[in-house]
């Protein structure tokens, strides 16, 4: 079983930068960054997909992605945040080819979630 856990979630204010990361167990050829907020669905933000990238329209260009095997980790790097990225952000990951970003049925594993909160 992979094992992921995420980290770097904060309050910053309205343009702020956070960096998000989740360190896995073991190396998963697809991982994804999703948010949710309390009551609603599960959205894609960012895949990796065997070293391609791909973003949700929301974000604008404003996050990149990188990834790790030594150790193994996930790293959303976010610049210009805004109030309405205020959620809870989930790393995912799995061993097999997903259909795409929105998605999130078909990663096997996930994490705990970190909070990120922007202030106007």
């Known amino acids: 079983q992979v094992q992921l856990t995420e980290s770097g979630g904060d309050s910053v204010r309205d343009g702020g930068s956070l960096r998000l990361s989740c360190s896995a167990s073991?190396?998963?050829?697809?991982m994804a960054w999703f948010r949710q907020a309390p009551g609603k669905e599960r959205e894609g933000v960012a895949l990796w997909s065997r070293g391609t990238t791909t973003y949700a329209d929301f974000v604008q260009g404003r996050f990149t992605l990188s990834k790790e095997r030594a150790p193994n980790a996930l790293y959303l790097q976010m610049f210009n945040l805004k109030p309405s990225d205020t959620t809870i952000y989930y790393c995912?990951?799995?061993?097999?080819?997903?259909?795409?970003?929105?998605?999130?049925?078909?990663?096997?594993?996930w994490g705990r979630g970190t909070q990120v909160t922007v202030s106007s």
């Open positions: 995912a990951a799995n061993p097999w080819p997903v259909a795409g970003l929105n998605s999130p049925d078909a990663f096997k594993y």
């Open positions: 073991e190396f998963a050829g697809y």
